[in-house]
């Protein structure tokens, strides 16, 4: 039934979604690239879905140029789309913003709690989690009155309620805020796919929801990997998995429990994906001898946990499109450029240091 | 010739010529040692020049290889995250202390890297994702910032040893090409003017001799002579019968 309406508010914004996901770079496109000798062969063969980006770059850019760039197009598409979505798909997609919000703030907070000159950051800030108080952040200069004033008029304010008090900002680690603070927000999108009047029932709920179920999942994977030896406590770690996913709640208090890479493989053996995973990867049994194998410059064949997530992201986001009436594909299509900048700059990097045994690294969905 | 070639300004009496046999003795033992010093400290110069080019070379993979980290690390966690890490490092683990090591009497300093032990900074950055990825790239790092340590003690040493090498090849080539010959040439001078005297000395000698023994002759002539007279004399006043003017005394003046 949803679908009979769905084209008459968002028929628009979909069409123009599926066809920038036409002109994502392919496979044929990917392995042209491989074959460059220097980077401005790669702005060359980049130049039929970057042309007017790239071209005011200098001759053979900087990497970070040439990603930055690319960002900018992803931006500016974005901000297209967001200026002609109306009703739900507007409140989606400034959801879909509030991830980069977190990492800007994050930013912020750890240059507020440093005295820096706040104002250099706004620069490094990533485009898409721009909001327009986010330059009055720069204005606090100690943590109580960020927190008191400034924090309470973004949009994330709700992330920090009840959760997380100045006092925190100041003692606790930035990234444990940040996770947290993402924790919130994963949560919060899920809730909402789940809940809204135009929203949940349609199929953007149910993709939305195995999207979020799946970055839930990956996110504790990730944090329970990366904080053995540190000094992260146990406590603290569960704190920061997502209340929701495939993992939810059984795969996530063993993971909490989880000492070594072994207890994570055996929190997560009841989710068939996850245990592929950690099958492929070669961490099952050798216990930690390679948590990843993505560098180091040996054994490059085998690829790492990070890689198959994103693989499997990927995945997601490709069978996304073929879903009709939904918000989702705005999710997918963001997730898909992201990678494909992610590509380029690896690409570019590989060429650029003339390290080409590795260039094939790159996930490629199309 | 000994008045040729440098000479030091001494006079040439035995004193200085002893002065100056001890002095190139003394020279001549300088230029031996320094000549081995020399001899010691290039032999360590050309291992140092060796390991310094190992070292290059492997800075140059092992930079390479940390390189590349960063670039993986740039594509795992998917942005940049250079200041936070900034941010979050509050002391250094990696640290360098120098030792001095004494190669025959040069302090060439050494660097030795360590790391402190304990609680590391930005253990939790790309907590979300990356992280693993992040504490490779730190580990890389760290060896590659080892082996800067290592090039940047042999670098300090060989530019130390290759200055000390200068000054003490200067110093055995002055006393080689320089000290040596001025004391030899200056002990031939004091030779050759102790000679020139010598023979002046000698010819003195003979000289007075000579006339001593012409003057001796010519007084024993006189005294021969003179004891004719007295004999004659003697004679002659048996016979002689003395002027009776008296002037026998007075001689005869002859115009």
Redo the contacts between chains.
Sequence with gaps: MEGVFYNVNFGYIEGIVRGYRNALLTGQNYSNLTQCETIDDVKLQLSPAYGDFLAALPPNPS??AL?NKTTDKLVAEFRYIQANATGTLSKFMEYLTYGYMI?NV??LI??T??E?DTRE?LE?C?PLGWFETMPVLCVATNIEELYNSVLIETPLAPYFKGSLSHQDLDEL????I??TL?KNYLEDFYEWCNSEAGVAGTPTAEVMSEVLEFEAD??SI??T???F????SKAERKK?YPNFGRLHPEGTLMLSRADDVEGVRIAVDGVSDYKNFFDQTGLSGSGGAG??N????MGGETK?L?DM?YQKEMEISKLAFTRQFTHSVVYAWVKLR?QEI?NI??IA??IA???KE?IG?YISVF | MSGSGAREPVFPTRQSLQVMKSKLKGAQIGHDLLKRKSEALTKRFREITRRIDEAKRKMGRVMQIAAFSLAEVTYAVGGDIGYQIQESAKQARFRVRTKQENVSGVFLPQFESFTVEGKDDFGLTGLGKGGQQVQRCRETYARAVETLVELASLQTAFVILDEVIKVVNRRVNAIEHVIIPRTENTIRYINSELDELDREEFYRLKKVSGKKERDAAAAEVERTKKEDQKSQSQNDEDVETHDVLGDQDNEDVIF
């Design positions: 990497t970070s990603a990492d994050a930013l750890t240059g709690l440093h820096r950051l490094r990533h680690n930035i990234e444990i940040r996770n993402y990956r996110r990730n944090i990997l990366n904080s030896g540190t000094e992260l920061l948590v990843s993505m560098a180091g410059g790492s990070e997530f992201e992610r700059t690896w990097e590989c240091q003339n390290q590795r690294n």
